[in-house]
Each structure stands twice: as structure tokens, then as C-alpha cells.
């Protein structure tokens, strides 16, 4: 039942502000301010090395939640594409878990990288949604991510509560660890707490973002640019694009601009630039100055301060909410969804099954 959407994808975009508290009311007590995880057979203090593997938009959540342990928790983590994992023979040291993402619970490689971990003798963390799924089976715990049944192909309201039950898992860590103080984890969960009214705050954009995919839908190629855990969210942002809309995107850290892909700037060519005014927000504006000296065309995902600060010309700007950088990734994924949502029904392609795609890749 789409209620009163039109597709599967926009219910269950609407439906973040209320499964989000649902996943967060499973790890956090909230008149503790405290993450609280179900029992563990594993020591989180004694962590010393963090593998996360997984697919897709899941593997964007991983990539997210490593900024997260590395912040919080001080603890080094490799991450990884499931399917390149599973052959590549990681040697995988005693003391260190890994960590397996997945709406589904049956992806292929997803799955084959769980059982090699497994034979290491690693620990296997299982963030899952489906709750009977091969992988929520065999892991040693598994944290469901509650997001519900998610049945638009392109995966939103599973991804966001991949980001919550991480970063639970994430200030869990850090708080075994000694390096998280209980004022840091309380100000972390208060936080938290903030995200399902910050959502719709975000989904408020909606009406903005439907007039600028006229933008988008006209594009050939669309670039999108973030830094520290804005950039998985604009790999996150290319992926969700090119999957719904057939547009060819690509996500790239802002700093690697310079690198290569600055050569395809035109006037041509829009750029979604995902930049909260945060600590690394002015590295981002003298990138969105290159971008616009070349004459490409920015569309700036920003907080009143960010946008205030980047004057750069040929530029739309969508404003959010001022919030606690680490919740960002959460609630700046509402746009992300949005953009690629509205682009994709201008575009008139089947949103919810988009050719050549499975709900499910339990085939390698
Ligand atoms: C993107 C998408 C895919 C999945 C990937 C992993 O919108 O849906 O990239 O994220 O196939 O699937 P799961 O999470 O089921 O392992």
C-alpha cells in the first residue's frame, strides 16, 4: 500500500521521521541519554580493528559509520566492496570484528564475506533489516535496523536506519573504549534524538527540489562532491541517481577534484555540492569556486550559515536546518533521495523497479 504516494520510494522516503526513533528507541534509553546494545559476545573494549564489508547504498552506511568509529571510538576500520573482500584473501587479525550491512540479508557477496570473516575466526556483526534473512542467521550478533518492509528497489529509509544502528554501535564502541566521556555520549544520544524532527524539516524541501530536477532531468552527466562523511553521502547521491533516473552520475570526494574530474566541467554539467557549514566547510567553497570558474552549474545542500559564506556564482542552494555534524549524514540524506526522486518521475522511468535492477542480488 503506497498510502497517498504515488510510488513506494516517496512513502518510504516520508516514512524516515517515523522509523527512524523506532531503530534509535532500540539502541538509546532516552532518559539516560545512553546507547544501551542487547548483550554482546563480544568485548567492545577490546576492539582493535573494525572490518566493514557490504554492497551498494549499504556499503555507503558503512562508509559513513568509519568516520563514526574512527571519531568516537578511536579504532582503526578497513572497508570494503562485499564482492572484492570475499576474494581478495584480507588477512583478518584476532581482536578485530567485522561488520556486515545489509537491507536484505541475502546479497551474495554480502553473505560470502560474513562466512570468510567467520573462518578467520572474526566476530561478525550483522546489521541487517530483514530479520529472518540467511545473514541475520549466521552472524554472532545482529543489530536489526527496523526500517520496516522496504520495497522500492532504491534503497532510503533501510540506508538511514543503517546510519542510526551504526552509529549507536559507533558511540557504544567509543564508550567501551574509554574514549567517549558520559557528557560526550549524552550530548551524542541528544542528538540523535533531534533527527526524526530534523527530517521533516528536510522533507520540506520537497517542493524546492521537484522545480530544480527540472535541471537535472535536462543533464547528461551529474557530478556530486562532499567531504569527511559527506562524501559517502554523494556517492550515495550519484548511485541513487543513475539507478532511478538513468542519468550517469558520479560521487567524488571534494578534494579529488582537482584530481580528474574537474576536466569534465562545463556549463553542461550540474554539480551537487553536500557541504553543512562544518569544519571542513571552507575547503568545500574553494572547490565550488573552481567548479564555478569553469562555468559548471552548483547546486549547493547547505545550512543558512553555508550559504551565507559560499558566494559563488551560477549556484541554487537548498537550506536545511543548523545541526550537530554528526547527525548530518542522516538528515542530509532526505535531499539526496529527494533530488534523484524527482528527477526520476520527470524523467517518466519506472521508479520503484528501475530496469535491469533486483530488490534482492543473491547472485554474485
Ligand atoms: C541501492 C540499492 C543497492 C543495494 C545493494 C545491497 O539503492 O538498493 O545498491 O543497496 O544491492 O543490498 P542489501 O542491502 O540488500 O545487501
Same mark, same amino acid.
Given at each position: 500500500?503506497?498510502?497517498?504516494? %504515488?510510488? /513506494? +520510494? ?14 534509535? &528507541? ?13 548483550? =554482546? ?17 549499504? =556499503? ?8 563514526? /568509529? ?14 572484492? /573482500?570475499?576474494? !581478495?584473501? $584480507?588477512?583478518?587479525?584476532? #581482536? ?8 536484505? #540479508?541475502?546479497?551474495?557477496?554480502? =553473505? ?11 566476530? @561478525?556483526?550483522?546489521?541487517?533489516? @530483514? ?27 533501510? /540506508? ?13 564502541? &567509543? ?21 526524526? %524532527?530534523?527530517? $521533516? ?12 530536477? !527540472? ?11 562532499? %567531504? ?22 558520479? &560521487? ?7 584530481? #580528474? ?7 553542461? +554539467? ?24 569553469? #562555468?559548471?552549474? *552548483? ?15 551560477? +549556484? ?10 554528526? *547527525? ?5 540524506? *532526505?535531499?539526496?533521495?529527494? *533530488? ?14 528501475? %530496469? ?9
Amino acid at each position: 500500500d503506497k498510502g497517498n504516494h %504515488r510510488h /513506494f +520510494m516517496a512513502k518510504e522516503i516520508y516514512e524516515q521521521p517515523e522509523v527512524i526513533p523506532h531503530t534509535f &528507541g532500540h539502541y538509546i534509553d532516552p532518559t539516560k541519554e545512553t546507547v544501551v546494545l542487547p548483550e =554482546l559476545p563480544l568485548d567492545l573494549g577490546s576492539v582493535t580493528h573494525i572490518s566493514i564489508t557490504a554492497c551498494g547504498t549499504a =556499503l555507503y552506511a558503512g562508509a559513513v559509520a568509519e568516520y563514526w /568509529f574512527e571519531r568516537f571510538a578511536r579504532v582503526p576500520v578497513s572497508i570494503d566492496i562485499a564482492s572484492e /573482500f570475499r576474494y !581478495r584473501e $584480507t588477512p583478518l587479525q584476532p #581482536g578485530g570484528i567485522t561488520i556486515v550491512i545489509s537491507q536484505s #540479508g541475502e546479497t551474495a557477496d554480502t =553473505l560470502a564475506s560474513l562466512r570468510y570473516a567467520k573462518e578467520l575466526g572474526q566476530k @561478525v556483526v550483522a546489521v541487517v533489516n @530483514v530479520p529472518t534473512s540467511t545473514i541475520a542467521r549466521e552472524a554472532d550478533v545482529v543489530l536489526p535496523t527496523l526500517a520496516g518492509v522496504e520495497i522500492g528497489v532504491a534503497s532510503t529509509k533501510a /540506508f538511514t536506519c543503517q546510519l542510526a544502528t551504526l552509529a549507536c554501535l559507533a558511540v557504544a564502541t &567509543g564508550r567501551a573504549k574509554g574514549v567517549l566521556t558520559s557528557d560526550d555520549e549524552h550530548r551524542l544520544v541528544r542528538a540523535m534524538m533531534e533527527v526524526p %524532527r530534523l527530517m $521533516t524539516e528536510a522533507l520540506k524541501l520537497s517542493p524546492e527540489i521537484e522545480l530544480l530536477s !527540472r535541471t537535472l532531468a535536462k543533464a547528461q552527466d551529474v557530478l556530486y562532491l562532499g %567531504r569527511g562523511t559527506n562524501y559517502p553521502l554523494a556517492l550515495e547521491g550519484a548511485l541513487k541517481l543513475k539507478e532511478i533516473s538513468y542519468i550517469h552520475a558520479e &560521487g567524488y570526494a571534494a578534494g579529488e577534484l582537482k584530481h #580528474g574530474p574537474i576536466a569534465l566541467i562545463d556549463e553542461k +554539467m550540474p554539480v551537487v555540492v553536500i557541504a553543512p557549514y562544518d569544519r571542513v566547510f571552507e575547503k568545500t567553497v574553494s572547490n565550488m569556486e573552481e567548479v564555478a570558474a569553469r #562555468g559548471g552549474r *552548483i547546486i549547493l545542500v547547505t545550512d543558512q550559515k553555508g550559504a551565507d559564506l559560499a558566494n559563488v556564482t551560477a +549556484m541554487q542552494k537548498l537550506i536545511l536546518p543548523e545541526m550537530p555534524a554528526t *547527525i548530518a549524514p542522516l538528515i542530509y540524506s *532526505i535531499p539526496v533521495q529527494l *533530488i534523484a526522486y524527482h528527477t526520476a518521475v520527470l524523467m517518466g522511468t519506472d521508479v520503484d523497479q528501475p %530496469r535491469n535492477l533486483a530488490k534482492s542480488v543473491t547472485v554474485e
